[in-house]
């Protein structure tokens, strides 16, 4: 065969296969399929990403969209509905159901979950800890590892009796270390009448992850901390207790570890404990309890603020409060961890009436930038980022001049949302007859204007997101910026094409070539439209002409869906 018909045959087979995934292609790369340096190819191919994600000619469309009567979440390419029940993939064009199980009894309700993925560097003991699976913890105290893929039961791990409600996972150290809290015990009213008294507040049970394994499990007791406790976390090896007060305070947990736990135990092994013999971990005996914590531990720090708001960060380490009255919600001082001393402009105040709170954190890129949300249309940014309503500036924590121990805080620039400063005068008359003589605009937040109401970050291409919403008529709509996160400078605006409805919640999900928008609508509908980045602009302009007539409803696995 000459080489041209070689060659001609090659770009046949090529053709016939369809259009690649980029993503794909990039990821295959990365992982040392076409080179030996992996690491430097995945940095080049995060760039080459962020640029194809950047330029004009790229589109995000909206391939598929499914509805649910319970919420809906995702987590890393998959889609979860019925209560974790079934599970779809993200990556592909059309719908494709990883998993569909059998609808599960009101007591196999799944309470939480948490994704947990393969460590990196680590020898593990089964095969199956080299894949994704998930971490459910069920409403009968039950903590189960799945297959992130198949649904399939990997680990099984009973937690307690009837004395307590586990009811929610969260990360000590991501990836790592791992939490489940209980809900707050509280006597019935029967009991309390009966002068029936209950010290335990709340139960902490803590492992280490792949291989799963039992750290400990604690109590948080009034008559070490107080009666006053409403919530318990444990963070970064820091155990938090929240008052009714506003109080806050820090605990080394590993410490407290080190100096309360009676005796480790090892999951499904045998146990004798206080007169009970059973293996830890199995039923009907679950986890002991084997850190008594009978006198208050060393206090690290405290700080009060208005219903519990506290939080760390920055370089130098700073905390962000409220103080402790109703007065100044929406106002923020950020203080030095060091000496609780109030940075420079550190007192955030915007003076604004809205209908909707502010809210303010630390940027999750780890830079010590701040995200700081308020009416008052500002979004700041840098060593501290905050944003606002439709405004935004950024600032940055820098030496005060001629005194290197104050830091000040400072703005660095500033995200305009689009608005125009404009009052409707069309009403002259009031319904009593009375001349309007002058009109004012008396909320910061008019839903008629463009406001912010998610703001958030893509550490891999490291771009700040943010969705503006303006609400036209009954409806709003709304579309998804990406900006620089060194400067706030807008680089893409996809629309997003379904309306949008601010009475009710959204979570919008940007993970490289996908966005995903799930809203919850009336009656606890809930709604998942998937989004993917398209390239070739020719064919995608033919197909937007025909779309209304080219959206098809199948059925897979008894779920109904809407796609292109």
């Given at each position: 065969?000459?080489?041209?018909?070689?060659?001609?045959?090659?770009?046949?087979?090529?053709?016939?296969?369809?259009?690649?995934?980029?993503?794909?292609?990039?990821?295959?790369?990365?992982?040392?399929?076409?080179?030996?340096d992996?690491?430097?190819?995945?940095?080049?191919?995060?760039?080459?990403?962020?640029?194809?994600?950047?330029?004009?000619?790229?589109?995000?469309?909206?391939?598929?969209?499914?509805?649910s009567?319970?919420?809906?979440?995702?987590?890393?390419?998959r889609?979860?509905?019925?209560?974790?029940?079934?599970?779809?993939?993200?990556?592909?064009?059309?719908?494709?159901?990883?998993?569909?199980?059998?609808?599960?009894?009101k007591?196999?309700k799944?309470?939480?979950?948490?994704?947990?993925?393969?460590p990196?560097g680590?020898?593990?003991?089964?095969?199956?800890?080299?894949?994704?699976?998930?971490?459910?913890?069920?409403?009968q105290?039950?903590?189960?590892?799945?297959?992130?893929?198949?649904?399939?039961?990997?680990?099984?791990?009973?937690?307690a009796?009837?004395?307590?409600?586990?009811?929610?996972?969260?990360?000590?150290?991501?990836?790592?270390?791992m939490?489940?809290?209980?809900?707050?015990?509280?006597?019935?009213?029967?009991?309390?009448?009966?002068?029936?008294?209950?010290?335990?507040?709340?139960?902490?049970?803590?492992?280490?992850?792949?291989?799963?394994?039992?750290?400990?499990?604690?109590?948080?007791?009034?008559?070490?901390?107080?009666?006053?406790?409403?919530d318990?976390?444990?963070?970064?090896?820091?155990?938090?207790?929240?008052?009714?007060?506003?109080?806050?305070?820090?605990?080394?947990?590993?410490?407290?570890?080190?100096?309360?736990?009676e005796?480790?135990?090892?999951?499904?092994?045998e146990?004798?404990?206080?007169?009970?013999?059973?293996?830890?971990?199995?039923?009907?005996?679950?986890?002991?309890?084997?850190?008594?914590?009978?006198?208050?531990?060393?206090?690290?720090?405290?700080?009060?603020?208005l219903?519990?708001?506290?939080?760390?960060?920055?370089?130098?380490?700073?905390?962000?409060?409220?103080?402790?009255?109703?007065?100044?919600?929406?106002?923020?001082?950020?203080?030095?961890?060091?000496?609780?001393?109030l940075?420079?402009?550190?007192?955030?105040?915007?003076?604004?009436?809205?209908?909707?709170?502010?809210?303010?954190?630390?940027?999750?890129?780890?830079?010590?930038?701040?995200?700081?949300k308020?009416?008052?249309?500002?979004?700041?940014?840098?060593?501290?980022?905050?944003?606002?309503?439709?405004?935004?500036?950024v600032?940055?924590?820098?030496?005060?001049?001629?005194?290197?121990?104050?830091?000040e805080?400072?703005?660095?620039?500033?995200?305009?949302?689009?608005?125009?400063?404009?009052?409707?005068?069309?009403?002259?008359?009031?319904?009593?007859?009375?001349?309007?003589?002058?009109?004012?605009?008396l909320?910061?937040?008019?839903?008629?204007?463009?406001?912010?109401?998610?703001v958030?970050?893509?550490?891999?291409?490291?771009?700040?997101?943010?969705?503006?919403?303006?609400?036209?008529?009954?409806?709003?709509k709304?579309?998804?910026?990406?900006?620089?996160?060194?400067?706030?400078?807008?680089?893409?605006?996809?629309?997003?094409?379904?309306?949008?409805?601010?009475?009710y919640?959204?979570?919008?999900?940007?993970?490289?070539?996908?966005?995903?928008?799930?809203?919850?609508?009336?009656?606890?509908?809930?709604?998942?439209?998937?989004?993917?980045?398209?390239?070739?602009?020719?064919?995608?302009?033919?197909?937007?002409?025909?779309?209304?007539?080219?959206?098809?409803?199948?059925?897979?696995?008894?779920?109904?869906?809407?796609?292109?």
């Open positions: 065969m000459c080489p041209q018909a070689a060659a001609g045959g090659r770009r046949r087979r090529a053709a016939s296969r369809g259009a690649d995934n980029v993503c794909r292609l990039l990821g295959r790369r990365a992982h040392g399929f076409y080179a030996r992996a690491g430097v190819a995945h940095r080049i191919n995060l760039g080459l990403l962020r640029k194809m994600i950047c330029q004009e000619s790229t589109k995000f469309k909206n391939v598929w969209t499914t509805h009567a319970s919420p809906i979440a995702y987590e890393r390419g889609i979860y509905l019925d209560n974790y029940q079934c599970c779809i993939s993200s990556v592909a064009q059309e719908p494709r159901i990883l998993y569909q199980k059998p609808k599960c009894s007591s196999e799944i309470e939480d979950a948490l994704l947990l993925e393969c990196l680590e020898m593990l003991p089964s095969p199956s800890d080299y894949k994704p699976s998930l971490i459910v913890l069920t409403v105290n039950w903590l189960l590892r799945l297959s992130a893929d198949s649904g399939e039961i990997l680990e099984k791990i009973y937690l009796g009837s004395c307590c409600k586990f009811r929610y996972l969260s990360w000590d150290t991501p990836q790592e270390v939490v489940v809290k209980s809900a707050q015990n509280k006597l019935p009213a029967a009991a309390r009448q009966a002068g029936i008294q209950q010290s335990v507040l709340f139960y902490l049970a803590v492992f280490q992850v792949l291989p799963l394994s039992f750290i400990g499990m604690l109590e948080i007791n009034k008559k070490v901390f107080g009666n006053s406790v409403t318990v976390a444990v963070s970064n090896g820091i155990l938090i207790v929240m008052y009714s007060t506003g109080l806050v305070r820090l605990y080394n947990f590993q410490a407290i570890c080190e100096q309360f736990m005796q480790p135990f090892d999951l499904g092994h146990f004798n404990w206080n007169g009970q013999v059973g293996v830890v971990g199995k039923y009907p005996f679950g986890l002991p309890c084997n850190i008594k914590i009978t006198d208050t531990p060393p206090l690290l720090f405290e700080a009060s603020s219903e519990n708001a506290f939080q760390i960060g920055g370089y130098p380490w700073h905390y962000i409060i409220t103080p402790n009255k109703k007065k100044h919600k929406g106002v923020f001082h950020i203080c030095s961890l060091k000496d609780h001393a940075a420079k402009n550190g007192i955030q105040d915007m003076q604004c009436c809205s209908l909707e709170p502010d809210w303010i954190y630390f940027h999750p890129d780890m830079s010590g930038r701040i995200i700081h308020c009416c008052r249309r500002w979004i700041r940014i840098h060593d501290l980022f905050y944003n606002f309503g439709f405004f935004c500036r600032l940055k924590l820098k030496e005060v001049k001629n005194n290197t121990d104050q830091v805080v400072a703005e660095d620039f500033t995200i305009v949302a689009n608005r125009e400063n404009c009052v409707n005068n069309a009403v002259t008359v009031t319904a009593s007859g009375r001349v309007v003589k002058k009109r004012f605009n909320l910061d937040d008019d839903p008629e204007q463009e406001t912010f109401k998610i958030d970050y893509e550490d891999e291409l490291d771009l700040l997101s943010t969705v503006a919403v303006t609400e036209i008529g009954a409806d709003g709304a579309h998804l910026d990406f900006r620089c996160n060194d400067h706030g400078i807008l680089l893409k605006s996809i629309p997003l094409l379904e309306s949008w409805d601010v009475t919640s959204h979570e919008v999900y940007f993970d490289k070539d996908l966005v995903l928008h799930i809203e919850q609508k009336p009656n606890r509908r809930f709604s998942c439209y998937v989004y993917q980045m398209v390239c070739d602009t020719a064919r995608d302009d033919e197909r937007s002409s025909h779309e209304k007539a080219e959206r098809v409803f199948c059925k897979k696995g008894g779920r109904f869906f809407e796609y292109i």
